[in-house]
């Protein structure tokens, strides 16, 4: 009975990202506005991961003895691993934003209608982070459970970083690199490729090398 819930929970994900694949493909829908908002959500999420993460290190450290060594580069890693695929993140909406409208100075044209949109977003994984920290005995599944959609996004990023490294190599092989300048039909590619990604990690396909829970000595 449980199985079943939890596969009709995934219905409501799974229709959501297979009809913004149709309207990517065949009613016009913006990439670049797919990408934003992903791009919007991965810092929000790392923000949000790495909030915890401070809270999280001295609770852990008590009942953990293996980090406790390891506690103090901790923060400095994550941050180095986030702004690494932040760097590709924000290339990838930039790609997808140029490769739409065709000119940077058309931004605030591209931003006018998204301000509610972002600042209802921003409250959401306020509130989610404020409830989390509230909690007296939160500890290691909570920060799981928190941390869990900024590690999905990683996958996507570096899963969508090594497609496009393939393919440019391909294509630079046979037609010589590619320009800026992409096509409507490339742009609708990327679009799709990212929500299938999305998809993928928003049903758990990548869940499982983040199942490890630290050991104490």
Same mark, same amino acid.
């Given at each position: 009975?449980?199985?079943?819930?939890?596969?009709?929970?995934?219905?409501?994900?799974?229709?959501?990202?297979?009809?913004?694949?149709?309207?990517?493909?065949?009613?016009?829908?913006?990439?670049?506005?797919?990408?934003?908002?992903?791009?919007?959500?991965?810092?929000?999420?790392?923000?949000?991961?790495?909030?915890?993460?401070?809270?999280?290190?001295?609770?852990?450290?008590?009942?953990?003895?293996?980090?406790?060594?390891?506690?103090? /580069?901790?923060?400095?890693?994550? #941050?180095?691993?986030? !702004?690494? +695929?932040?760097?590709?993140?924000?290339?990838?909406? =930039? *790609?997808?934003?140029?490769?739409?409208?065709?000119?940077?100075?058309?931004?605030?044209?591209?931003?006018?209608?998204?301000?509610?949109?972002?600042?209802?977003?921003?409250?959401?994984?306020?509130?989610?982070?404020?409830?989390?920290?509230?909690?007296?005995?939160?500890?290691?599944?909570?920060?799981?459970?928190?941390?869990?959609?900024?590690?999905?996004?990683?996958?996507?990023?570096?899963?969508?970083?090594?497609?496009?490294?393939?393919?440019?190599? /391909?294509?630079?092989?046979?037609? #010589?690199?590619?320009? !800026?300048? +992409?096509?409507?039909?490339?742009?609708?590619?990327? =679009? *799709?490729?990212?929500?299938?990604?999305?998809?993928?990690?928003?049903?758990?396909?990548?869940?499982?090398?983040?199942?490890?829970?630290?050991?104490?000595?």
């Amino acid at each position: 009975m449980m199985d079943r819930f939890k596969r009709l929970v995934f219905l409501p994900v799974f229709v959501s990202n297979l009809f913004s694949m149709f309207g990517v493909l065949f009613l016009g829908w913006s990439v670049a506005d797919i990408f934003f908002w992903f791009w919007c959500e991965f810092i929000l999420s790392g923000l949000t991961s790495f909030a915890l993460l401070l809270a999280w290190l001295p609770i852990e450290k008590s009942r953990h003895t293996a980090i406790a060594g390891m506690a103090k /580069i901790m923060p400095y890693m994550f #941050g180095f691993a986030f !702004l690494y +695929l932040l760097f590709f993140a924000t290339l990838f909406a =930039g *790609v997808a934003y140029k490769g739409e409208w065709k000119s940077w100075d058309r931004f605030p044209q591209f931003f006018a209608d998204k301000e509610i949109g972002l600042v209802v977003t921003i409250v959401m994984y306020a509130v989610v982070l404020g409830r989390t920290l509230m909690k007296r005995d939160r500890g290691y599944e909570d920060s799981k459970k928190l941390a869990q959609p900024f590690n999905r996004k990683c996958v996507a990023v570096v899963a969508f970083y090594m497609l496009y490294l393939i393919h440019g190599w /391909i294509t630079k092989w046979f037609t #010589g690199a590619r320009a !800026l300048n +992409l096509s409507p039909a490339y742009v609708r590619g990327m =679009g *799709v490729t990212l929500l299938v990604l999305k998809l993928l990690g928003e049903v758990g396909l990548f869940d499982r090398r983040f199942k490890r829970r630290p050991t104490a000595l």
